[in-house]
């Protein structure tokens, strides 16, 4: 008993000793602590002295005033952040996964033609202004995710559901993130919106197949229309290939008709001309000349005088024709 009263005695004293060294050195590890800030490269530091904004500091190691005099809040500008609508991712890697909870409470919407569509999106988007994005707005990503699901609920509100579901669905996207950064920029959030993409755009669960046969029979009638307007345009240039040559022909044909009838009446003028001039040598002209076109063509003909009797001058002209041919 004597013993442990001697060593409590001790102890007691040494705490006495050195109580006040134990004091300054947690003293110093909490103000080094707390002093003592890292701001990774893609972040920016916002310091706040007893909770009013003073500065911003840069990436890399940096010194506030200790014991929560200054406090830091580290805002990520350097890096591309992103909401998703409709849906939730739960996992990313080779294949990603996605959350199993019903969100169309924010994904349902009603297009401007009285239809419901199921409209999934993601907002893309970074920080660029780190006071505005704290001090501005209270509470700037929430204010966000509303503002992006009105700008989506008024676009498509605007067009049928055919626009959205099929052509207009990239229109539509562009003009949401036109739309929502015009809203930033009015309500001074410090968000810079980059892309607003469409996921997936689909009809309601209860009538998607009434409204996926809708589509293929409207495939199927752009797919008919298609092939007539490729016989169209195979059998109608070909007819008119057809009908130009004809009616070129017939041009033709009538020029040559016309000219030759023109170069006859032309022919028979100077003719007439000649016979009034010199009335018995035209006649004989056209005898001979009539008669030199018209021989040639009958073969051989023998022409004997009407008194004629003796065969010898058959057989003259006939042993000559013959050494002719000869």
Not at 269 to 295: C, D, G, N, Q, W
Request: with cysteine; charged share 30%; net charge negative.
């Amino acid at each position: 008993m004597r013993n442990y009263d001697q060593e409590s005695e001790r102890i007691i004293q040494w705490l006495k000793r050195y109580t006040g060294k134990i004091f300054l050195g947690l003293l110093a590890l909490l103000v080094i602590g707390t002093s003592l800030k890292t701001v990774k490269p893609e972040e920016e530091g916002v310091v706040l002295f007893l909770g009013q904004f003073t500065r911003t500091v840069k990436p890399g190691l940096n010194f506030i005033a200790p014991l929560g005099l200054e406090r830091m809040y580290k805002i990520p500008v350097q890096r591309q952040l992103k909401m998703e609508f409709g849906f939730r991712t739960a996992g990313t890697g080779s294949r990603s996964t996605y959350s199993s909870r019903d969100y169309h409470d924010e994904s349902l919407m009603l297009t401007g033609d009285l239809n419901l569509s199921d409209v999934e999106w993601v907002v893309q988007y970074r920080i660029v202004d780190s006071y505005q994005y704290l001090f501005k707005v209270r509470d700037a990503e929430d204010a966000l995710r509303d503002m992006s699901e009105a700008a989506v609920r008024k676009t498509v509100g605007d067009r049928t559901v055919n626009e959205v579901l099929t052509v207009g669905r990239q229109e539509v996207a562009s003009n949401v993130e036109v739309l929502l950064q015009a809203m930033c920029e009015e309500y001074e959030n410090g968000l810079r919106i980059d892309q607003v993409v469409l996921q997936d755009v689909n009809p309601p669960e209860p009538v998607k197949p009434s409204f996926n046969a809708v589509n293929q029979a409207q495939q199927e009638r752009a797919t008919l229309i298609n092939q007539a307007e490729s016989e169209y345009n195979q059998v109608i240039p070909r007819a008119t290939g057809e009908a130009e040559e004809t009616v070129q022909l017939a041009e033709a044909y009538a020029l040559n008709r016309v000219n030759r009838a023109i170069g006859e009446a032309d022919r028979f003028t100077s003719l007439y001309e000649e016979f009034i001039k010199a009335p018995e040598v035209t006649k004989k002209r056209i005898y001979f000349e009539t008669l030199e076109r018209i021989l040639p063509k009958i073969g051989d003909k023998i022409i004997v005088d009407e008194k004629g009797n003796n065969v010898l001058p058959l057989l003259n002209i006939d042993r000559r024709t013959q050494t002719q041919e000869k």
